[in-house]
């Protein structure tokens, strides 16, 4: 069975300095990855997926995620945090079955930017 | 393209009400996936439907909760005997049909169920 570990619940960087936002995954064949990120009340906003094209994905706001199958991961990354980008994101895993895509979400990482 | 609309935004309901949840896919879109999160957690797959079919009810609470998705109108999501325990927020998401457009989903901004 297919599922994602988001390895830091929360994640607090200064404003201007990189993010990494970890994701391992697991899952017996070749899964579909995305990211997405939620602001408070609100809904999911997708940021990026990878569907076993280049494993270099670039996403809105700045945000990019690497595929390494020797590792297993999916981790988020973004050079320079803003303010904006204070939320919570999902890593999200799905493993395109018959007949059901069904997201399985890892449990989430609370961003926070300090000024 | 008004996106996936989802009503109410908000739903209050006493203990042993009865909860209903709508949610209209993006045009074009004939799939729906209802999820549920709870407080502090991610979210959990609950159900996919499309029209007038369920395709996947494995995440549905056995007793309680049932879900449709008519031919005309939007998917329901309805909750009897509501329990504080439901208390979350209920997403919902639409995609094409497979496998033209397996990767793409939307989702509505949700309804927040209190029980009170």
């Known amino acids: 069975a297919q599922s994602v570990t988001q390895l830091d619940s929360h994640v607090s960087v200064s404003e201007g300095t990189p993010v990494l936002l970890r994701c391992n995954y697991s899952s017996s064949y070749s899964p579909s990855l995305f990211w997405y990120v939620q602001h408070p009340n609100k809904g999911l906003q997708l940021l990026l997926k990878?569907?076993?094209?280049?494993?270099l994905v670039k996403g809105i706001n700045g945000f990019e995620a690497e595929f390494k199958k020797s590792e297993t991961s999916f981790h988020l990354t973004k050079p320079s945090a803003h303010m904006s980008d204070a939320a919570e994101y999902f890593c999200?895993?799905?493993?395109?079955?018959?007949?059901?895509?069904?997201?399985?979400f890892g449990t989430g990482t609370r961003l926070q930017v300090f000024p | 393209n008004a996106g996936v609309m989802q009503n109410p935004r908000h739903l209050v309901r006493r203990r042993g009400q009865e909860a209903r949840l709508r949610c209209s896919p993006m045009k074009g879109h004939s799939h729906v996936y209802w999820y549920r999160q709870l407080p502090e957690e991610g979210l959990k797959f609950m159900v996919y439907l499309q029209k007038e079919n369920i395709i996947d009810e494995s995440g549905m609470p056995k007793e309680r909760f049932s879900a449709e998705f008519p031919k005309e109108g939007p998917s329901i999501l309805r909750i009897q005997q509501v329990v504080r325990g439901d208390s979350a927020a209920y997403f919902c998401a639409s995609s094409q049909p497979l496998p033209a457009s397996r990767m793409s989903y939307t989702f509505g901004s949700g309804t927040r169920l209190t029980v009170v």
């Open positions: 999200v895993v799905t493993l395109p079955r018959a007949n059901t895509d069904k997201l399985i």
């Open positions: 990878y569907t076993s094209a280049a494993t």
